[in-house]
Each structure stands twice: as structure tokens, then as C-alpha cells.
């Protein structure tokens, strides 16, 4: 499948239902080179995760329990990446209108153990972020290593969609919509988080990290 073909089906499932889940989705050059990158980065690269933006973040290992680190283009992997979901980005603006602004994404890193319990990334009505992009890095996930995401409709406690975080998986979701969870892992396990936003004008609203 092209990248063209890639990114249609993308924007045609998310006009349909809302989301979009395909496996062997990021090019494996690129998802190679980023699973190198964040296994060797420097410990100290790595932040706790927490919720919220700006005065209102703070950490709460209650709800989650990952670390994480910002991705910019000092590097190669990260301009790569930058590129390719700019690329993505033009095809879903073509396609859906959503008006899509801008990108911020960090690397996810999961020890055994850790979680992310159900939340939104964006508050609603807000639209601080539209679309949520995950994408994972692990090669040889099991079943057992567990830290599958869990989607779940806007109302409801029964699942749409549970995912293995496998290499090259990538998840696309309309941020607002879909409440969602990350299980414990068992196994060290790596990801990429990224949302797109539109260009609000408005420089005091704070939305939640995720």
C-alpha cells in the first residue's frame, strides 16, 4: 500500500466511525529507526508523566504511571517522523476539513507494571486537541507482555477496540470522542503519542496531557 493509499484509508475510516486501527502501518524503515532511537536515549531525557497542561499538570501515579520525552527535529528519526505525520496531517485536512494547525508528540515509555487508567485528551467543546496519533515500537509483543490500549465509546464500559501494541501498529482517534485506557504491561514497552490541533486563538486554554 502506498503512503497515498495509507493515508485515504485513514481519513476514510475516520469520517466513518471516528477511529481508525492499522497494523504495519507506520513504514518500517521509520518505525525501525524510532525504536532504536527511544531504547537509547539517555535516562535523563525521560520525564514523569502527568495530567494536565501549565499551572494545572501534576503528576498522579494513580491514573498513570509512565515516563515520556518530547520528540522535536534535532534528530533524525524525529524529523522523520515530524515529516511523515505532516504528510498525513495535508491528506486528512484534503480529505476531512478538520482544519488541522499543528503536532506535538513525545515517546511513551511503560516499565512492567505501569498504566495509563481511562481518560480523554482533550476536554470537550474545547477542540485544544482533534486527533490523537499512537504509534508502537515493540517487535515480539506477546499476548502475556500485555499494555493493550483500550478504546471506548463516547458512553458505555464495553470496549471498541482492544490493541496490542505491536511494531508498526499505528491508532488514529478523534481526541474528544473516544475514552480510553492503557492496560499494565509486563514488559518494557514503547510508544509514540502525538494529537493534532487547530489553530483556536486562544493562548490561556490548558488541556490534559496524555
Not at 150 to 173: A, R, S, W
Amino acid at each position: 500500500m502506498s503512503a497515498n493509499e495509507l493515508f485515504e484509508q485513514i481519513a476514510e475510516e475516520i469520517y466513518q466511525q471516528g477511529y481508525s486501527v492499522l497494523s504495519h502501518a507506520l513504514p518500517e524503515p521509520l518505525c525501525q529507526a524510532l525504536a532504536v532511537e527511544v531504547r537509547a536515549l539517555p535516562k535523563d531525557r525521560f520525564s514523569r508523566a502527568g495530567i494536565g497542561r501549565q499551572d494545572a499538570h501534576i503528576k498522579a501515579e494513580t491514573i498513570r504511571r509512565d515516563e515520556i520525552c518530547w520528540i522535536d527535529n534535532s534528530t533524525e528519526p524525529g524529523r522523520e517522523w515530524l515529516a511523515w505525520t505532516g504528510e498525513l496531517q495535508q491528506a486528512i485536512n484534503r480529505r476531512l476539513f478538520l482544519g488541522l494547525f499543528s503536532f506535538e508528540s513525545h515517546y511513551a515509555h511503560y516499565q512492567a507494571g505501569d498504566f495509563y487508567k481511562v481518560h480523554r485528551d482533550a476536554f470537550r467543546g474545547q477542540q485544544n486537541r482533534v486527533l490523537t496519533v499512537v504509534a508502537y515500537l515493540n517487535p515480539d509483543w506477546r499476548i502475556e507482555d500485555g499494555g493493550e490500549l483500550l478504546v471506548y465509546p463516547d458512553e458505555g464500559n464495553e470496549p471498541l477496540l482492544q490493541v496490542l501494541p505491536e511494531f508498526g501498529t499505528l491508532v488514529v482517534f478523534l481526541s474528544e470522542e473516544f475514552p480510553h485506557e492503557v492496560l499494565p504491561a509486563q514488559a518494557d514497552r514503547y510508544s509514540i503519542a502525538g494529537w493534532y490541533r487547530i489553530n483556536s486563538g486562544n493562548s490561556h486554554r490548558v488541556d490534559p496531557d496524555s
